[in-house]
């Protein structure tokens, strides 16, 4: 099916209404990852949900003008620009959220949601549970994770394992325009707080979205079959892991790639009932390997199963903004490659 053009937009929701869809206008859509996915979800539910707003800083890229076009047709009180302010603005949304809102909160980059990590911890996350239930907080934190290219060390940071110690947080890592916009569908619906961790090379990637597409959170996805070895990956890393996965096919080798779309919660029945077939693991990520998630991932199938487990990351060092330093903080097929032959 093609791509429909509507009201000057490259797409339009499906999903206006549960099973009913505006007259000539597909449920596939082709979009941008990222960025315009986000337009699509949130475009999607707030002619529907009074509860749901968006709070967002202006700035010069995508995301702030989708926001701003949001804005002008949705106004200011459903669609907030803010001062730059962190904090305030993470505080802000957790207060609405306790209100009874349904807050999308946009903080650019996970680098500078840091300036509102207490928010986020030690409110967000704690609230339900300290209070005994009475109040929860359904908070969409949109905190985009990886590497920037020429951006260096303070723009480029995957803190998603960070997020993903945090009880009380759900952790979303989608890795394809159509996980992009089911997953933050399925993030808006949820009533707890989600971290919803796009990367940033993402933002510009195309491919076709069902918006009809129900994806649960916590599922993961066989991107690709096999059976002498299992790749677990999430993020921008699927592609060089399904590049890689075709360099062992071409001498002979079939390896199963795993994305894992959430990382909290994630997939453990998948990931195990893989590699009880394949007998071997691979976890790959482009944040740093040393306290990566994928050392949760390893030690989870190595304490089931006891089979042979590598993992490949990014060295223990700030990405640099030239671009061969940021080249070593990179994953490379090569060395997926290299690290898969090594369980063989």
């Given at each position: 099916?093609?791509?429909?053009?509507?009201?000057?937009?490259?797409?339009?929701?499906?999903?206006l209404?549960?099973?009913?869809?505006r007259?000539?206008?597909?449920a596939?859509?082709?979009?941008?990852?990222g960025?315009?996915?986000?337009?699509?979800?949130?475009?999607?539910h707030i002619?529907?949900?009074?509860e749901?707003?968006?709070v967002?800083?202006?700035?010069?890229?995508?995301?702030p003008?989708?926001?701003?076009?949001?804005?002008?047709?949705?106004?200011?009180?459903r669609?907030?620009?803010?001062?730059?302010?962190e904090?305030?603005?993470?505080?802000?949304?957790?207060?609405?959220?306790?209100?009874?809102l349904?807050?999308v909160?946009?903080?650019?980059?996970?680098d500078?949601?840091l300036?509102?990590?207490d928010?986020?911890v030690?409110?967000?996350?704690?609230?339900?549970?300290?209070?005994?239930?009475q109040?929860?907080v359904?908070?969409?934190?949109?905190?985009?994770?990886?590497?920037?290219?020429?951006?260096?060390?303070?723009h480029?940071?995957?803190?998603?394992a960070w997020?993903?110690?945090?009880?009380?947080?759900?952790?979303?890592?989608?890795a394809?325009?159509q996980?992009n916009?089911?997953?933050?569908?399925?993030?808006l619906?949820?009533?707890?707080?989600?971290?919803?961790?796009?990367?940033?090379?993402l933002?510009?990637?195309?491919?076709e979205?069902?918006g009809?597409a129900?994806i649960?959170i916590?599922?993961?996805?066989i991107?690709?079959?096999?059976?002498?070895?299992?790749?677990?990956?999430?993020?921008?890393?699927?592609?060089?892991?399904?590049?890689?996965?075709?360099?062992?096919?071409?001498?002979?080798?079939?390896a199963?790639?795993i994305?894992?779309?959430s990382?909290?919660?994630?997939d453990?029945d998948?990931v195990?009932?893989?590699?009880?077939?394949?007998?071997?693991?691979?976890?790959?990520?482009?944040?740093?390997?040393?306290a990566?998630?994928?050392?949760?991932?390893?030690?989870t199938?190595?304490?089931?199963?006891t089979?042979?487990?590598?993992?490949?990351?990014?060295?223990?060092?700030?990405v640099?903004?030239?671009?061969?330093l940021?080249?070593?903080?990179?994953?490379s097929v090569?060395a997926?490659?290299?690290?898969?032959?090594?369980l063989?």
């Amino acid at each position: 099916m093609t791509a429909n053009v509507v009201d000057g937009y490259r797409f339009t929701p499906a999903d206006l209404k549960v099973g009913q869809r505006r007259p000539g206008i597909s449920a596939f859509m082709r979009i941008r990852d990222g960025a315009y996915s986000l337009e699509a979800a949130i475009r999607s539910h707030i002619p529907h949900y009074d509860e749901i707003v968006a709070v967002y800083n202006r700035c010069t890229d995508d995301t702030p003008d989708i926001l701003a076009r949001l804005q002008q047709e949705f106004g200011a009180d459903r669609v907030i620009d803010t001062p730059i302010s962190e904090a305030n603005i993470m505080g802000a949304a957790v207060g609405m959220a306790l209100a009874g809102l349904r807050p999308v909160v946009e903080m650019r980059v996970v680098d500078f949601a840091l300036c509102a990590i207490d928010e986020i911890v030690n409110q967000a996350a704690k609230n339900r549970f300290m209070f005994g239930g009475q109040g929860r907080v359904p908070l969409v934190m949109r905190l985009p994770i990886g590497i920037w290219s020429a951006s260096a060390a303070q723009h480029s940071q995957s803190l998603e394992a960070w997020f993903a110690h945090i009880p009380g947080l759900v952790v979303i890592t989608p890795a394809t325009a159509q996980d992009n916009h089911g997953l933050l569908k399925a993030a808006l619906a949820s009533g707890d707080p989600v971290v919803y961790m796009e990367h940033k090379e993402l933002w510009g990637v195309e491919g076709e979205v069902d918006g009809d597409a129900a994806i649960a959170i916590g599922q993961a996805r066989i991107a690709r079959a096999g059976d002498r070895l299992t790749i677990v990956t999430w993020s921008r890393a699927l592609q060089p892991c399904l590049d890689a996965a075709d360099a062992l096919a071409a001498d002979g080798v079939s390896a199963e790639v795993i994305d894992l779309r959430s990382l909290w919660p994630w997939d453990r029945d998948a990931v195990l009932a893989s590699t009880r077939r394949t007998g071997r693991l691979l976890v790959v990520h482009e944040a740093v390997r040393a306290a990566g998630f994928g050392a949760e991932v390893a030690a989870t199938v190595a304490e089931a199963l006891t089979i042979p487990v590598r993992r490949v990351g990014a060295p223990r060092i700030p990405v640099g903004y030239s671009r061969p330093l940021e080249e070593v903080s990179r994953l490379s097929v090569a060395a997926i490659v290299a690290s898969a032959r090594s369980l063989l």
